[in-house]
């Protein structure tokens, strides 16, 4: 069988010409010459005719945007929502380099292994989907027999229209259709299905989501989004999966073509359990838990402590964010409370922290393992996790000259005094371990598995005094550090520039991305507490949410 792809493959999506469109030497369109995101040919935003801009103050917030590939975990989430399968689509697909997030899409290369990953993939759920007990969900109508070309074309305008994230147009539906010629040489109906599938999964607009637009008049690098555009901006933003159908039929009506409208969708979507699996994973990538190097049980453990914490400060009980490190009791099993060193509960659940000098997301394992050696706690690694990560500040790389893996105390010397001999008292060393050591220092009473201990390595003779300093400020542990760094009012700004690394998809920032994100931290408040479900409601309530700028040529 024969499977048709769409635009050539992955990397070779051609958009309508440059005349009409100022983005269509990027990969923009598909080789029938529609507007791969219009909404169908027959709609009034085909027509191209330039739209009023926006007030100048919005047009200096808008962010460059490129084509952006799903990551394999959105692959597997969109295949999942599309058709109910399960797949792993990082085993096949091209890996998503972390940055910390796993989206940037100056990384995402064309590739013939992308190819080659696509149509394997594709095969596969396509084979999935139309098992005996999916299939009759999947198609969503009986065929009268193999030829039937009304069922067929029920099923395009459907299954197609959530793959695509926009209505089919008649084009579309004209050369998807004739791959009912398949059942017409098996005299099996499904097959025809099957290759369908595999089709519109190898489609450009499936593998990519790709922003086209319409041109501002007098502005020719900025353009206006339709509301299926925003929908899809929004849909894998907040649940890193395809548009539903509800989303999708508020496109189509015209419910995302203003602030208000979008704020409204995205509540709606914050009450769905995906949008906690999402910030969860923002969160992961972020603080960099998302893999753990320990056995799956403690793992698994981890894990679910801080999606637990996560789900309870910002959606169950709708607490300022800084309660994730403020917070006095965690969720554990009994492998993680026997870790700990807390009191066991019969079943998983919430502990109070009492006495053990643990407070907040930093005194868990998940944070504490993140950055560490193989078998042993890094100050410097977690210096630059807070200092990168919490505090958004740049830390200069080494000298090329010097290996850091190769770096470790002579047998008989404890940690605390090498650092500080060969990192804070050494010409040339100091600038940058001095921002970051004593951050690390402070909470070396954690192991690099978040187990406290007072003594390393079980040496006696190297007592840890865990004593740290941020900025001046002496701590110890990870309570103090995280009031240290609530304090210092540099969280509210860092969070929202994560947030927006992630929500675009881009690790470097340009000025008019600090402008976006200036903007929004002003709406939501700058200084104090706030509420990480509001920041996200003033971002894609934003103007400047429904515009993307061109890429500026290299």
């Known amino acids: 069988m024969g499977v048709l792809v769409l635009g050539g493959g992955p990397g070779c999506y051609v958009g309508s010409s440059a005349d009409e469109d100022p983005s269509a030497g990027e990969e923009t369109g598909d080789d029938s010459g529609n507007s791969g995101n219009s909404g169908g040919s027959d709609s009034d935003s085909d027509s191209g005719d330039p739209t009023e801009p926006p007030p100048v103050e919005v047009l200096e917030r808008v962010g460059e945007l490129g084509m952006r590939r799903l990551t394999a975990a959105e692959y597997s989430a969109t295949v999942r929502d599309l058709l109910g399968v399960d797949v792993d689509a990082a085993l096949l697909l091209p890996e998503d380099w972390r940055q910390p997030f796993d989206n940037d899409y100056t990384t995402q290369n064309a590739s013939q292994a992308l190819i080659d990953g696509a149509e394997l993939l594709a095969a596969d759920v396509a084979g999935l989907a139309l098992e005996p007990g999916l299939r009759d969900a999947t198609v969503g109508c009986t065929p009268a027999g193999p030829t039937d070309a009304a069922c067929f074309q029920e099923f395009l305008a459907r299954f197609g229209r959530r793959a695509l994230r926009r209505p089919l147009s008649e084009d579309d539906l004209s050369r998807y259709g004739a791959l009912i010629s398949e059942a017409e040489e098996t005299g099996d109906f499904y097959d025809a299905v099957d290759v369908a599938i595999r089709a519109l999964l190898q489609h450009p607009e499936f593998l990519y989501r790709i922003e086209v637009g319409t041109p501002l008049e007098g502005v020719p690098d900025v353009f206006a989004l339709n509301d299926y555009e925003v929908a899809t901006r929004l849909s894998y933003m907040l649940w890193g999966s395809t548009p539903s159908d509800t989303l999708l039929d508020l496109a189509e009506d015209d419910g995302l073509s203003d602030p208000e409208g979008i704020r409204a969708a995205a509540e709606d979507m914050l009450l769905d359990e995906r949008a906690k699996a999402r910030v969860g994973r923002f969160h992961a990538l972020w603080l960099g838990y998302e893999t753990l190097p320990h056995s799956p049980d403690l793992t698994t453990a981890m894990q679910a402590e801080t999606q637990a914490l996560i789900d309870k400060v910002i959606f169950d009980d709708a607490m300022p964010w800084q309660e994730l490190l403020r917070s006095s009791e965690t969720y554990v099993d009994t492998t993680l409370a026997e870790h700990y060193g807390l009191p066991a509960p019969a079943t998983p659940g919430w502990v109070d922290y009492a006495d053990s000098g643990r407070r907040g997301l930093l005194s868990h394992g998940s944070f504490l393992s993140a950055m560490s050696k193989i078998d042993d706690s890094s100050p410097t690694k977690r210096g630059i996790l807070v200092r990168t990560r919490l505090m958004c500040q740049v830390i200069p790389p080494p000298p090329p000259t010097v290996d850091v893996d190769m770096v470790e105390p002579e047998e008989g010397t404890c940690k605390e005094d090498f650092y500080v001999e060969q990192h804070l008292n050494a010409p040339g060393c100091v600038s940058c371990h001095a921002l ?119």
Do not use: K, W
């Open 436 to 554: 970051m050591d004593p951050i690390g220092l402070g909470l070396e009473n954690y192991d690099h598995t978040g187990a406290f201990r007072t003594v390393e390595n079980d040496d006696e003779s190297c007592v840890i005094t865990g004593q740290g300093e941020l900025d001046g400020s002496p701590f110890s542990g990870p309570a103090e550090l995280s009031e240290l760094l609530i304090d210092s009012g540099s969280l509210n700004r860092c969070v929202a520039e994560q947030l927006y690394r992630f929500a675009m998809g881009r690790t470097e920032l340009a000025p008019v991305d600090a402008s976006f994100i200036d903007f929004v931290v002003e709406q939501n408040g700058a200084e104090g507490d706030f509420d990480f479900a509001a920041l996200v409601l003033a971002f894609v309530s934003e103007d400047a949410f429904r515009y993307r700028r061109n890429e500026a040529a290299q």
